[in-house]
């Protein structure tokens, strides 16, 4: 079954520290990761995806196929990056996208 | 539209009552689907549609909640029987067929049983 984990549900770092957001799922065919963000009081929305390669708000996360990995990464967190995180797996064909319990990030002055 | 609406925006209900919410998706995204955020917890998935498909109704928590989906648009998730612990932001998200594609959210409907 395809699962998605997220082994921190809060992560608080100082400012300008490197923060690095969990993500490991269960799929055992080619799967479409994705980030999302919701700060406060805003919508749940799309940080990033997996296939696009990019970096968002500093923010890049690599897919490691062998260690079924999708961890977020950003070398010096900023306070405005507080916020909740979702790590989501899919697939192509409309399956339905699969969303992890989210991890809290708590960025300290 | 401009994006996925939910209405209405918040909602008191007594304990024991009936309660309908509304998402409209963003037009000609076949999928919808409808979650539940406690305070301070993450995502429970409840009802996922896609296109005439059955509906994956797995997250549903108990008999009390359903959904429907007319037309292939609007849904609306009903809980019956209201109970304090039922008290939530219901989130709907839409996005296109495909599974690699971007889920576009609502703003939610917050739902406070007393």
């Known amino acids: 079954a395809q699962r998605v984990t997220q082994p921190e549900k809060l992560l608080s770092v100082f400012k300008g520290a490197p923060v690095e957001l969990k993500c490991n799922y269960s799929y055992s065919g080619s799967p479409e990761l994705f980030w999302y963000v919701q700060y406060s009081r805003q919508r749940l929305q799309l940080l990033l995806r997996h296939i696009s390669r990019e970096s968002i708000k500093g923010f890049t996360a690599d897919l490691n196929k062998g260690e079924t990995s999708f961890h977020l990464k950003k070398p010096f967190a900023q306070e405005e990056d507080s916020a909740m995180y979702y790590c989501?797996?899919?697939?192509?064909?409309?399956?339905?996208?699969?969303f992890g319990a989210g991890t809290r990030l708590f960025v300290k002055a | 539209g401009a994006g996925v609406s939910q209405s209405p925006s918040n909602k008191v209900t007594e304990k024991g009552k009936d309660v309908e919410l509304r998402c409209d998706p963003i037009s000609g995204h076949t999928a919808l689907y409808w979650y539940r955020q406690s305070l301070g917890q993450g995502l429970e998935f409840l009802i996922y549609f896609q296109g005439n498909s059955a509906p994956d109704k797995s997250g549903l928590p108990s008999d009390r909640f359903s959904a429907e989906r007319t037309g292939g648009s609007v849904s609306t998730l009903t809980i019956q029987r209201t109970q304090q612990e039922d008290s939530a932001v219901y989130l709907c998200?839409?996005?296109?067929?495909?599974?690699?594609?971007?889920?576009?959210f609502g703003q939610g409907t917050r739902l406070t049983v007393v």
């Open positions: 998200a839409s996005s296109e067929q495909r599974g690699d594609t971007e889920a576009f």
């Open positions: 989501a797996l899919s697939r192509s064909g409309g399956f339905k996208t699969i």
